[in-house]
T-cell receptor, first 114, second 112 residues
Framework: DSGVTQTPKHLITATGQRVTLRCSPRSGDLSVYWYQQSLDQGLQFLIQYYNGEERAKGNILERFSAQQFPDLHSELNLSSLELGDSALYFCASSQGGPLTYEQYFGPGTRLTVT | GENVEQHPSTLSVQEGDSAVIKCTYS??????FPWYKQELGKRPQLIID?????GEKKDQRIAVTLNKTAKHFSLHITETQPEDSAVYFC???????????FGKGTKLSVKP
């Protein structure tokens, strides 16, 4: 158990809908990262937050957005869902300080868009 | 930006043999190189990492080597066991992007 929690574990929804994925980082970690993993694909970095502020952006679609709240949990919002958005979505956390790079992953949310 | 190439994409070994997975990176400013193991349907688990000021690091049956000049790093697993079967991802951190860039993964199968 990495200490990173994600809810829900599974989500099934229809095209055009909007969903919210939630992540709580390890105790003491200030940085949260979101990744997308499609079937047989690697891990695609979406976005990073550090202590409530957006720090880095990867290949995140305009239909997707995220935020990190004062208690450091983060939410990833996916809207106007398409079939191709079906994937495993992982959250990872790290301390976020200088020279602290280790990222620990949560169990993931499996999103199925029908 | 950073690009990480990983080879091979699949690797099959006999139990007890060694396995080697290789990665190359493009951004010479990258300074942290972790390896993750992912079993089917589970989260990626950090198994070992190395920083750019170190050439080699070992942890029991697992070792990682880094050649900064050639910009490549490798994962070595000795005395493989069936439970080592998983997908292994390398990654590079730092450089201009400041986040982890992952290789596409290597599916390791260890046959008993």
């Amino acid at each position: 158990d990495s200490g990173v929690t994600q809810t829900p574990k599974h989500l099934i929804t229809a095209t055009g809908q909007r969903v919210t994925l939630r992540c709580s980082p390890r105790s003491g970690d200030l940085s949260v990262y979101w990744y997308q993993q499609s079937l047989d694909q690697g891990l695609q970095f979406l976005i990073q937050y550090y202590n409530g502020e957006e720090r880095a952006k990867g290949n995140i679609l305009e239909r997707f957005s995220a935020q990190q709240f004062p208690d450091l949990h983060s939410e990833l919002n996916l809207s106007s869902l398409e079939l191709g958005d079906s994937a495993l979505y992982f959250c990872a956390s790290s301390q976020g300080g200088p020279l602290t790079y280790e990222q620990y992953f949560g169990p993931g949310t499996r999103l199925t868009v029908t | 930006g950073e690009n990480v190439e990983q080879h091979p994409s699949t690797l099959s070994v006999q139990e007890g043999d060694s396995a080697v997975i290789k990665c190359t990176y493009s951004d010479s400013a990258s300074n942290y190189f972790p390896w993750y193991k992912q079993e089917l349907g589970k989260r990626p688990q950090l198994i070992i990492d190395i920083r750019s000021n170190v050439g080699e690091k070992k942890d029991q049956r697992i070792a990682v080597t880094l050649n900064k000049t050639a910009k490549h790093f490798s994962l070595h697993i000795t005395e493989t066991q069936p439970e080592d079967s998983a997908v292994y991802f390398c990654a590079a951190y730092g450089g201009s992007q400041g986040n982890l860039i992952f290789g596409k993964g290597t599916k390791l199968s260890v046959k008993p």
